[in-house]
Nanobody, 124 residues
Framework: QVQLVESGGGLVQAGGSLRLSCAAS????????MGWFRQAPGKEREFVAT????????YYADSVKGRFTISRDNAKDTVYLRMNSLKSEDTAVYYC?????????????????WGQGTQVTVSS
């Protein structure tokens, strides 16, 4: 089993920044892809960003492109999401996820493990 624990969420003013972290533990796999998703109240979960094992390939949702940056530290089994220029529409619960496959992936159904989520609230 793999456990994912997110941290770094909170309340921030519009235009501000936050950095989310997601630490993986347990039976982490030699090569795996990580992703961030979010779910706002009354809305379906949506893709935010994904990064492959090497960190060399990333992919972002259009709504966050240019503002968010996904990165990872494999020595620490941790993935990060740096969020700049936050907007009120970024308010959501953010989830990290792991898929035991290589290559960037943006479909939630492909992911095998999920964290419990961390709340991000952007005040306008």
């Amino acid at each position: 089993q793999v456990q994912l624990v997110e941290s770094g969420g909170g309340l921030v003013q519009a235009g501000g920044s936050l950095r989310l972290s997601c630490a993986a533990s347990g039976r982490t796999f030699l090569r795996y892809t990580m992703g961030w998703f979010r779910q706002a109240p009354g809305k379906e979960r949506e893709f935010v960003a994904t990064i492959d094992w090497s960190g060399g390939s990333t992919y972002y949702a259009d709504s966050v492109k240019g503002r968010f940056t996904i990165s990872r530290d494999n020595a620490k089994d941790t993935v990060y999401l740096r969020m700049n220029s936050l907007k009120s529409e970024d308010t959501a619960v953010y989830y990290c996820a792991l898929v035991r496959k290589v290559g960037i992936r943006n479909l939630s159904d492909e992911y095998d493990y999920w964290g419990q989520g961390t709340q991000v609230t952007v005040s306008s």
